[in-house]
Nanobody, 114 residues
Framework: QVQFVESGGGVVQAGGSLRLSCAPF????????VGWFRQAPGKEREAVAS???????TYVDSVKGRFSIFRDADTNTVYLQMDNLKPEDTAVYYC????????WGQGTQVTVSS
């Protein structure tokens, strides 16, 4: 089973930046495709960004040009750099392996004030 732990959320004003971390729980040797997701109050969880084992990335249209997903090869930690944040980015953010058996973590809260 592949499990990750999210961190890095917080409260930021519109236009600000945050960097979320998605660190592997347990062994760091296995490289998996990873996705970042978010769920705002009263809304369904949506995919935000993903990165393959070869470093190919995808983004939902609403974050293109503002968010960047990348992986630290040494620690196998996947980051989500979020710039020019908007109030509509407020949500709980989760990361999850996109292959193999994996489960959802606790998530990390991101709150963007206007």
């Amino acid at each position: 089973q592949v499990q990750f732990v999210e961190s890095g959320g917080g409260v930021v004003q519109a236009g600000g930046s945050l960097r979320l971390s998605c660190a592997p729980f347990g062994s760091t040797s296995r490289v998996s495709p990873v996705g970042w997701f978010r769920q705002a109050p009263g809304k369904e969880r949506e995919a935000v960004a993903s990165i393959t084992t070869h470093g190919r990335t995808t983004y939902v249209d609403s974050v293109k040009g503002r968010f960047s997903i990348f992986r630290d090869a040494d620690t196998n930690t996947v980051y989500l750099q979020m710039d020019n944040l908007k109030p509509e980015d407020t949500a709980v953010y989760y990361c999850k392996a996109l292959a193999g058996i994996s489960s959802w973590g606790q998530g990390t809260q991101v709150t963007v004030s206007s």
